[in-house]
C-alpha cells in the first residue's frame, strides 16, 4: 500500500526531474499535492463503511497508512506553497491566510491533521486511551475543510471538486448512520 501510495510522488518528482511538468511547475506541484492528499484522506474515511458494508475487514489496517499518506502529500502541498510559492515570506503568508478564504480552509485542514499523525502510533494510542479516538474525530474536520479548501480555489473546472465533496458528504451521511443506528440484541455485548 506504501509504494501504491507514493508513486503519484515519484511520477511528480520524474515530471520534475525530466522537465515534464505544465508550464507553471509549482502550481502544477501545489495542485497535484493537494489532490492527492484530499483522494487519500477521503480513502481512509471510505475504509470503515467499507469494512461495515461489504465485510471488509482486511482494510481496516489500512487507514493508518492511508491516513498517514494523505498527511504526507498536505505536508507537500503546504510546504510547495510556503517555500516555492511564497518563499518564507511571513507577513504575506499570514495575509493569505487571514484573507484568502480557500488558503484559510487549507490551514485549517492541514493544521487538524498534524496532531492526527503525530498521535498515529502504538504508544500514542496507549498513552491516551479513549482520547485518542475523540481526538482522531478531527479527521473529519479536516476532510470538510480540505474538501472546502479546493472547492474555493477552483475557479473553472467544478467538477472534480464537486466529486470530491460528494463522496464527502456520502461518507458522512454513512458515519452518522452507523452512529445513530440503534443496537439490535444479536450486535449488543450480551446479545446472542
Avoid at 477521503?42 to 458494508?53: D, E, I, K, T, Y
Wanted: net charge positive.
Amino acid at each position: 500500500m506504501l509504494g501504491a501510495g507514493l508513486l503519484p510522488l515519484g511520477v511528480l518528482l520524474f515530471g520534475a526531474l525530466t522537465d515534464r511538468l505544465d508550464a507553471n511547475p509549482i502550481e502544477h506541484i501545489t495542485h497535484s499535492t493537494g489532490k492527492w492528499a484530499i483522494r487519500l484522506l477521503l480513502l481512509s474515511l471510505a475504509v470503515r463503511p467499507a469494512q461495515r458494508w461489504l465485510g471488509w475487514s482486511w482494510a481496516l489496517p489500512l487507514r493508518r497508512t492511508l491516513g498517514l499518506l494523505a498527511f504526507t502529500y498536505a505536508c507537500l502541498h503546504f510546504l510547495t506553497w510556503l517555500v516555492l510559492d511564497q518563499f518564507f515570506d511571513w507577513e504575506a503568508i499570514l495575509e493569505d491566510v487571514a484573507e484568502r478564504r480557500y488558503i484559510t480552509m487549507g490551514f485549517a485542514a492541514f493544521l487538524c491533521l498534524v496532531p492526527l499523525a503525530i498521535t498515529s502510533t502504538r504508544s500514542w494510542i496507549r498513552r491516551l486511551g479513549r482520547r485518542w479516538i475523540s481526538l482522531h474525530r478531527l479527521v473529519y474536520a479536516a476532510a470538510v475543510f480540505a474538501v472546502i479548501h479546493y472547492l474555493w480555489q477552483v475557479k473553472a473546472d467544478w467538477l472534480p471538486p464537486a466529486i470530491h465533496a460528494a463522496i464527502l458528504a456520502a461518507l458522512l451521511a454513512a458515519r452518522f448512520r452507523f452512529r445513530t443506528r440503534p443496537v439490535s440484541v444479536a450486535q449488543s455485548p450480551g446479545g446472542s
